[in-house]
């Protein structure tokens, strides 16, 4: 019967679930929407004149618009509510147009919807109809056996038991036409669904001699099986089938598996000769060349990636295909018992670990001798691929007998290797920067030879050995990024790549050859070896070189390393600050070695000329010595030479008539003299106290003191050792009257010259002035000559 039909709910009823359901969509796409504006709110949200609201009223907002608003402000409000309008329907047509396709396809899927619901409501009701009728008939089949279903169920036991001992009877028949056939896995299979029968009425006489028949059989089987295991021909599947036959018959798990590794070890000893064979003809000094296939059957020399990629497809192959069916065969095998399953695997883990661990030892020592014969290779191309795939391999190893850590020692034959090559790399570096030091010794020996003017290409020297420095610095960094490529299984883990990357690039190479350097710059300094008889401007060259190192060289190859080998643990490197310090120490120490010999060099040629010269019989003087001329040019020419690496630095302005003041101390020491000869019988004082007092009271100059890395410095500090030495000479000598008065002319000369190489001009006239005065001390007739003869005599010469 019919359901009668609802009545309709009441209006206000209806009109509560449309606006729950107008609640449920503005809450659905995000709106705000009142919680309770199914019911009865409060006054706030049923604001008539909420024109947004569920509640709003034209009527009402209409009438408080006039009332509240001017004819100016409804003119506005009107505009505004055209605009908003015009807006909101330019937004539903956009809205309309954009899924306007959407719209036409829900159409067309509803459409269809409605075909497919009317079909399948016609194919249930047919459905319903089958399973009415097939309920029917199960019903009167049900009751039509009912009595014959027990009669039925024993007649059937008793014919499966039937066919049961049908088969056992059949068995020894059976088993040996399988062998005959050599199906051996089927004959194993029908005796193991046996055996339990067989062995569990034994007792009785029949099943008796059918167990007896079986066993024979089975020996029989076991011993062919036995000797297909000892076949060396037999491929692995073959191996596999064998050990799970003689398993599931029952034999000594302990023996199979011996069996099994003593086969398989044959097959991968080949592998291991073949290698072995490979490292014997590298080491005889054959080349492999690309791609020569070799003569026939006779092998040929191997490269590394060839070598490796042998070894892998070959041994590692053989390796995982043993492991892998050995671990199927006698420790993952399904069906055991729980006692008798754990026993086995103990015993075949242990066995399976001696095994690979002996093979794995042996093909890693042949890995590592043949990578260590490219420890010296120009090229890291092939040996990095040959180790990412020699890593690569080894984690399938890993994966299938993770007790044999294999990746850990493929990662240090890896490391090892990295850190190899890094060495190799850095014993180039410094051999790079001997023959570098050497190119700029002939080319310093070329230079004197030609020009006659020692270090006159300095600046081009300079550019050229820090610019092939640099740049092989930055070819070795670039080949050793080849072990951190993305691609490169080894690179990203951390136990290879921060050692890699901090202790052995950044520290090993980079700070160790900048370490190198300096050190052997330093021993140009020491004044052993052959070392000793450096060129100066060798060591001026190279006090700048250590100096621009300090500037910016080595902060530029501290963040090229740390940006390209990503290293970013600061705490265990060497600091920025310290490299720069040793840099500029070292700079400075090859500076003051150059202002030395530079210095000793004119003072040499200063000391000779005082010591080998009559000042007792010397002749008036007519001109100034060559000694000086001499002197005059090398320091010209050492103002140059510094000139062309060195800045020239800050010195004290210079007096306008520096060049031609004509020691007005002559003079002034004469009357000084001759005030203190006349003073000495009534003072009794010495004029050598007085000359003593007088220095209490001049600026202290430091001989030997550092200088700055400027041509001024350089110059002043070369010149006070050779105007010091001077001072010496003439204090160890006795002159007469011309002997003074070719040291006056000979220091005006100097004067004239000196003055405007160093940095402070008064301390080259307090040096000559010193000369002069001890000259004067030690001369037998201290009569000097005319300012004006002097500067005649020094302009002439």
Same mark, same amino acid.
């Given at each position: ?549 300090? +500037?910016?060289? /080595?902060?530029? $190859?501290? &963040?090229?390393?740390? %940006?390209? *080998?990503?290293?970013? !643990?600061? =705490?265990? #490197? ?115 106290? +007085?000359?003593? /007092?007088?220095? $209490?009271? &001049?600026?202290?100059? %430091?001989? *030997?003191?550092?200088? !700055?890395? =400027?041509? #001024? ?85």
């Amino acid at each position: 019967m019919a359901a009668a039909p609802e009545s309709p709910p009441p209006p206000g009823e209806e009109d509560g679930r449309r606006r729950k359901r107008h609640g449920m969509l503005k809450l659905y796409y995000g709106l705000q929407v009142n919680a309770e504006s199914g019911n009865k709110g409060p006054a706030a949200t049923t604001d008539p004149c909420d024109i947004n609201g569920a509640h709003f009223k034209p009527e009402v907002y209409l009438q408080r618009l006039m009332q509240e608003k001017s004819l100016n402000e409804l003119m506005d409000k009107e505009r505004d509510m055209v605009r908003q309008i015009r807006s909101l329907d330019s937004d539903m047509q956009t809205l309309v147009y954009e899924n306007y396709n959407k719209f036409i396809s829900a159409t067309d899927t509803i459409r269809k919807m409605k075909n497919d619901f009317k079909k399948m409501e016609d194919e249930m009701d047919r459905l319903a109809t089958n399973m009415e009728s097939i309920t029917e008939f199960s019903a009167r089949i049900s009751g039509t056996l009912q009595d014959r279903r027990q009669q039925i169920t024993k007649l059937s036991g008793v014919h499966m038991l039937l066919k049961k001992l049908q088969f056992l009877f059949e068995l020894p028949a059976r088993l040996k036409k399988c062998i005959e056939m050599q199906a051996y896995g089927q004959a194993v299979r029908y005796y193991t669904k046996a055996r339990t029968v067989l062995d569990q009425y034994q007792h009785m006489p029949s099943f008796h001699g059918i167990r007896e028949d079986c066993s024979v059989i089975v020996a029989e089987l076991c011993v062919k099986l036995r000797e297909q295991f000892k076949n060396k021909e037999s491929d692995a599947h073959q191996l596999a089938e064998c050990v799970d036959l003689l398993l599931q018959l029952k034999e000594p798990a302990d023996e199979l598996c011996d069996e099994f590794l003593l086969h398989a070890r044959h097959k991968v000893d080949e592998d291991l000769e073949m290698l072995r064979l490979q490292l014997q003809m590298l080491e005889a000094g054959q080349v492999p060349s690309p791609g020569d296939p070799g003569d026939g059957d006779k092998p040929h020399p191997m490269d590394v990636l060839e070598f490796t990629d042998t070894g892998c497809n070959v041994f590692l192959s053989d390796m995982c295909l043993v492991i892998a069916s050995y671990k199927d065969l006698f420790i993952n095998r399904p069906g055991t018992g729980v006692q008798e399953q754990a026993h086995l695997e103990k015993v075949a883990n242990q066995k399976l670990e001696v095994f690979v661990n002996s093979l794995m030892g042996q093909y890693f020592s042949y890995v590592e001798q043949r990578v260590q014969l490219e420890k010296e290779s120009s090229d890291n191309t092939l040996l990095v691929r040959a180790l990412d795939r020699f890593h690569r391999r080894l984690q399938a190893v890993e994966k299938l007998l993770p007790e044999t850590e294999s990746t850990s020692s493929a990662t240090h034959i890896v490391a090892k290797m990295a850190h190899d090559r890094v060495i190799h790399y850095s014993e180039a570096l410094r051999r790079h920067f001997a023959d570098c030091l050497t190119d700029v010794r002939q080319s310093l020996a070329a230079s004197r030879s030609l020009s006659k003017q020692e270090g006159s290409n300095l600046g081009d020297l300079l550019q050229t050995t820090a610019t092939s420095i640099l740049d092989q610095l930055k070819t070795v960094l670039s080949d050793l990024r080849a072990f951190i490529e993305s691609d490169i299984t080894f690179a990203m883990q951390p136990y290879f790549r921060e050692p890699f990357c901090v202790q052995d690039v950044r520290e090993g190479l980079v700070v160790g050859f900048l370490k190198h350097m300096f050190t052997t710059c330093s021993e140009f300094c020491e004044g052993s070896g052959d070392k000793s008889s450096a060129p100066p401007p060798l060591i001026l060259l190279l006090s700048r070189l250590c100096l621009d190192y300090d +500037m910016t060289t /080595i902060s530029y $190859l501290i &963040s090229l390393t740390d %940006e390209q *080998f990503l290293v970013e !643990d600061k =705490s265990a #490197v060497t600091p920025l600050s310290e490299l720069c310090n040793l840099a500029k120490d070292t700079a400075q120490k090859l500076l003051d070695h150059y202002v030395k010999v530079q210095g000793l060099t004119i003072s040499q040629m200063l000391r000779k000329s005082v010591e080998t010269r009559d000042w007792l019989n010397t002749i008036e003087p007519r001109n100034v010595r060559a000694v000086m001329k001499r002197v005059v040019e090398d320091v010209t020419a050492i103002d140059s030479q510094v000139g062309l690496l060195y800045e020239e630095g800050l010195r004290k302005a210079h007096s306008s008539d520096s060049s031609k003041r004509t020691f007005p101390y002559s003079s002034s020491r004469q009357n000084q003299r001759s005030q203190w000869s006349s003073y000495a019988p009534s003072s009794n004082m010495d004029t050598s106290l +007085m000359s003593n /007092i007088q220095k $209490l009271f &001049s600026e202290r100059i %430091e001989i *030997f003191s550092a200088v !700055d890395f =400027s041509k #001024v410095s350089v110059l002043t500090g070369i010149i006070k050792i050779s105007l010091k030495t001077f001072l010496e000479c003439v204090r160890l000598r006795t002159f007469a009257r011309f002997g003074l008065q070719q040291i006056q002319v000979d220091c005006h000369y100097l004067q004239m010259y000196l003055w405007r190489f160093v940095s402070d001009e008064n301390l080259v006239h307090t040096l000559l002035d010193e000369i002069v005065g001890s000259a004067i001390h030690r001369c037998l007739d201290p009569v000097t000559m005319e300012p004006s003869v002097i500067e005649v005599i020094c302009d002439r010469g």
